[in-house]
């Protein structure tokens, strides 16, 4: 079946190490998204790529880092700089131009803790 | 910066109540969006709007994209329970910028 695939669900983290969440799609999209959810807020962009090789920072890249070197992946690294890394991430995909003519659409998400 | 206020922040309902819910900003945008996450998942998209007035109804949901550009509702019929979870409205400014509302938590009281 075509999806987005992120995982681990669930991840810890003891503070001061970087962790790397999944995200994969077999839906041939060029573009790809990392948002971040806190509760009671709305998502917030960190990084997206609308094409291979290339990303930008988004509203809140700082503490995290992104690598593009497959159409189908974008991994995200939280890194030890993130002040306050425990939130729920969610990674998206899109055909491209979203949301002017396309969908995207959403992974379940990783809840990163750290403890 | 932009911002988005969705409201109600929470609602408490019935099965089989009316639902109505909307956003407001002082800017204009270009795209509405609205999505429903179920607890520990990713959000799925309801109803896109793409023009000013328009009206668009999908099952027993039904959204508009307000005349002025700065609004957005979204109503639900006759509730049921696999309505509950979290509603977010969300728009596109210039573009290729979107930013979501801080979403609407409906409960529905046995």
């Known amino acids: 079946d075509g999806g987005i695939t992120q995982s681990p669900k669930y991840l810890f983290r003891k503070e001061g190490q970087n962790v790397t969440l999944s995200c994969e799609q077999n839906?041939?999209?060029?573009?790809m998204y990392w948002y971040r959810q806190d509760p009671g807020q709305g998502l917030r962009l960190i990084y997206y790529?609308?094409?291979?090789?290339?990303?930008q920072k988004g509203d809140i890249a700082e503490g995290y880092s992104v690598s593009r070197e497959k159409k189908e992946s974008f991994p995200l690294t939280v890194t030890s700089a993130q002040k306050n890394p425990t939130a729920f991430y969610l990674c998206?995909?899109?055909?491209?131009?979203?949301?002017?003519?396309?969908?995207?659409?959403f992974g379940q998400g990783t809840r990163l803790t750290v403890v | 910066g932009q911002q988005l206020n969705q409201s109600p922040q929470s609602m408490f309902i019935q099965e089989g109540e009316d639902v109505s819910m909307n956003c407001t900003s002082s800017?204009?945008?270009?795209?509405w969006l609205w999505y429903k996450q179920d607890p520990g998942e990713g959000p799925v998209l309801l109803i896109a709007?793409?023009?000013?007035?328009e009206l668009t109804s999908n099952g027993r949901l039904t959204a508009q994209f307000g005349i002025t550009r700065k609004d957005s509702f979204l109503n639900i019929s006759a509730s049921i329970p696999s309505d509950v979870g979290i509603y977010f409205c969300?728009?596109?400014?210039?573009?290729?910028?979107?930013?979501f509302g801080k979403g609407t938590r409906l409960h529905i009281l046995p």
């Open positions: 998206a995909s899109s055909i491209g131009g979203w949301p002017r003519n396309t969908e995207a659409f």
């Open positions: 839906l041939n999209h060029d573009a």
């Open positions: 790529s609308q094409i291979v090789n290339d990303f």
């Open positions: 800017s204009i945008f270009n795209t």
């Open positions: 709007l793409y023009k000013a007035g």
């Open positions: 969300a728009g596109l400014y210039l573009v290729d910028k979107i930013i």
